[in-house]
């Protein structure tokens, strides 16, 4: 397969089941994978670097328990920009980028320019993080945090169901 053909229709009911493993558990060896979805060794190690080649899988990852680690607090942040356009706005995102406690950003529509997720350690943190990071980003107007109160999902897999295989 080329390049052009990497769409979600390019994709059969191996590429889907290989998907769908490796979103469960990315630590599988290629003789297990082979094993559950069906495929000798061989065919299943050029289907898994196909994806990884044509951007379907981005890399891999440990998911990690945030409050193990020391991270207590999950805000949600919506940060109204002074405009949303052009260079004011590319500024902004660049600097949101940098920021290790931002594990998550997105533009958005309605009220405010972005939603962040941000980690921190306490509300303490959250605090400084805040007023001395958040609100001096460039174009920055104003924020408005939620906190989050408990997860009931999270980090979890994408869903497949609606690709063909």
Known sequence: ???????????????IALLAELQRDARQSNAELAQRIGLSAAP?????????????????????DRRKIGLGVLAFVRVDAERSAGAA?????????????VIACHYISG??????????TDLDAFSRFSIN????LPNVKDIHTSFSLGEVKAGGALPLGHLKG
């Open 89 to 101: 706005t590319k500024a902004l995102e660049d600097e949101i980028r940098r920021l290790p406690e």
């Open 111 to 120: 009220t405010g320019t972005f939603e962040l997720q941000v980690m921190a």
């Open 1 to 15: 397969m080329s390049t052009e053909d990497a769409t979600p229709e390019a994709l059969d009911r191996y590429h």
């Open 44 to 64: 299943t190690w050029r289907r898994v670097k196909w994806l990884e080649e044509q951007g379907y899988i981005t890399g891999y990852r440990a998911e990690l």
């Open 133 to 136: 990071t958040l609100l001096k």
